[in-house]
């Protein structure tokens, strides 16, 4: 297995190579990884079995392959030596120095046999692989130019179609000049060459220049267009949202931005933490950079306080939970924002627990769900069911919280069918009926959610650790080391320390009631 480029790679991908290159000791398999120098690997050195530093091509190893890339015709003696002498250790800059030689009339023929057909009296050929990635898509037709920039906006991949509706053209003559791009060697045809064809870039540097010789304002024209057709295509708010946001984004529409990144949090929420608190600080950040009206207002309160309820899953310093709790309550004082100003409460009651302070965090939601129910903001309590639960179950309360949150609804939300708007709270009203004694229902209820989680890819590490605690009280272990396994494995995949911590503790439990206690 090869995985290139780790210098690419997010935090949440690193931790499943960890993850990948511990699980391949002992089976028969070969992981190969690689990255440029300046790569921080120090967190793979105790996984490596060997270690082997490529180092830059010397003068003669580019001179050969200089030779193999232009042939051996006699005409071509003296070139591969000049060729490999101004390379500079890079075998790409040879690669592109031949394209452009035979682009520029000088060679004659295909790659390993040309034959040098027109004098070299001045150097044609940049000294630095930008330069001469530059100078290669300066020298395309306009139309083709433009069309590898508007490409280069969408991505390293993509699809003609998504190419022609970004550059308002029409896809068979696209697919005519994409043809012609990929023949002079900058872009790589995936698929059939048709209408619904994808295409690559041959190099991510090559990407990388085109995007950056466009003019700014083009650039966020294609940005715009980008975003506005994956909104078309993707009207919900799922795993796309991360994706329209960055291109609002790119296009100076914070506002859109902003509204987006909130999309992406909410979606991201039950399924990776880091994704969660990522899109929270852009929305942040974002918004307020957006003009100012009910609307803008409304959602930098509501970012804030996304912020704010993260604090207690992963690390967020004490003052910008603090500063986002003054700002957002000043904000929605000032606009009048109901809804925001509950919104606010209950996360920061949340906080306040996450403190310690579990008497300031009841008072808070209490005050919430007052005020919710005051203002017709009843939805509000239903969106927010588990913080409130959770505050209560930690105070020692479960009764309580759980008759504040039926205040919403009269209790139908413990009824209905397990879905997406409520598997959240009642995987967590399952713990509290195992503390309140209904053993049974808990058991059955928290496996249905535990399926739905499974089922639709959530986060599910916090109810494979409830299930240890049922093995506990109804003294069945037989699934519970199964269940505190799952737990850890889930943790890592898409949880940050707050729900390693809750693993942890139940995987240590079910170790426990099998007696395995030198492990727990």
């Not at 051996?72 to 040879?94: C, K």
């Not at 207002?297 to 986002?324: K, S, Y």
Request: glycine fraction near 6%; hydrophobic fraction near 45%; charged fraction near 20%.
């Amino acid at each position: 297995l090869l995985i290139e480029d780790l210098h690419f790679l997010d935090t949440a991908s690193e931790e499943f190579l960890q993850n990948l290159a511990a699980s391949v000791r002992g089976h028969r398999a070969l992981l190969i990884v690689n990255h440029r120098p300046y790569y921080a690997d120090g967190w793979l050195l105790p996984l490596l079995d060997a270690r082997i530093a490529v180092t830059a091509l010397d003068t003669e190893q580019l001179t050969q392959l200089t030779r193999t890339r232009l042939g051996n015709d006699r005409s071509l003696s003296t070139l591969a030596q000049q060729i490999g002498s101004r390379a500079g250790g890079n075998p790409f800059f040879v690669e592109e120095a031949v394209q452009a030689l035979a682009d520029a009339g000088h060679l004659l023929g295909a790659p390993g046999h040309y034959t040098l057909v027109s004098p070299i009296v001045q150097w044609p050929i940049a000294d630095t692989v930008h330069a001469l990635l530059a100078a290669r898509i300066d020298r395309l037709p306009a139309n083709a130019k433009a069309l590898l920039q508007t490409a280069a906006v969408i991505g390293e991949a993509f699809a003609v179609t998504t190419l022609a509706t970004v550059a308002e053209a029409d896809p068979q003559e696209c697919v005519q000049q994409l043809r012609q791009l990929d023949a002079a060697g900058f872009l790589l045809s995936t698929t059939l060459l048709d209408a619904d064809s994808a295409y690559d870039f041959r190099h991510p540097l090559m990407r990388e220049v085109a995007d950056g010789l466009q003019l700014e304002s083009q650039r966020a024209q294609s940005h715009a267009r980008l975003a506005a057709a994956l909104e078309a295509s993707n009207p919900g708010s799922g795993a796309s949202a991360v994706r329209i946001a960055h291109h609002w984004q790119q296009a100076g529409e914070w506002a859109k931005a902003g509204q987006w990144n909130l999309a992406a949090a909410r979606w991201a929420g039950t399924r990776d933490m880091r994704i969660t608190i990522e899109q929270f600080q852009l929305a942040l950040a974002n918004l307020d950079r957006a003009p100012a009206d009910a609307q803008s207002v409304h959602l930098r309160i509501t970012a804030r306080a996304g912020l704010i309820r993260m604090a207690q899953f992963t690390p967020v310093p004490l003052a910008d939970v603090e500063r986002a709790y003054a700002e957002g309550r000043a904000m929605a004082a000032e606009s009048g924002d109901v809804a925001g100003a509950a919104e606010l409460a209950i996360s920061y009651g949340n906080e306040l627990l996450h403190r310690s302070d579990a008497e300031g965090a009841l008072r808070l939601h209490r005050e919430a769900v007052q005020y919710c129910m005051q203002h017709g903001q009843a939805a509000l309590v239903q969106r927010f069911r588990m913080a409130i639960l959770l505050s209560h179950f930690s105070a020692g309360r479960p009764r309580e919280g759980i008759a504040l949150v039926d205040t919403a609804d009269d209790g139908q939300w413990r009824h209905e069918v397990i879905g997406e708007d409520n598997f959240v709270s009642r995987g967590f009203h399952s713990l509290m009926l195992v503390w309140l004694g209904e053993l049974p229902k808990a058991q059955q209820q928290l496996q249905t959610v535990l399926d739905y989680a499974s089922r639709e890819g959530r986060n599910a590490s916090w109810m494979h650790a409830f299930m240890v605690d049922i093995a506990w009280f109804t003294g069945d272990y037989s699934e519970a080391l199964h269940h505190g396994r799952q737990a850890m494995e889930r943790a890592h995949e898409n949880g940050g320390p707050y729900f390693h911590v809750i693993a942890g503790r139940a995987l240590a439990l079910a170790l426990c009631l099998n007696e395995q206690f030198a492990e727990a």
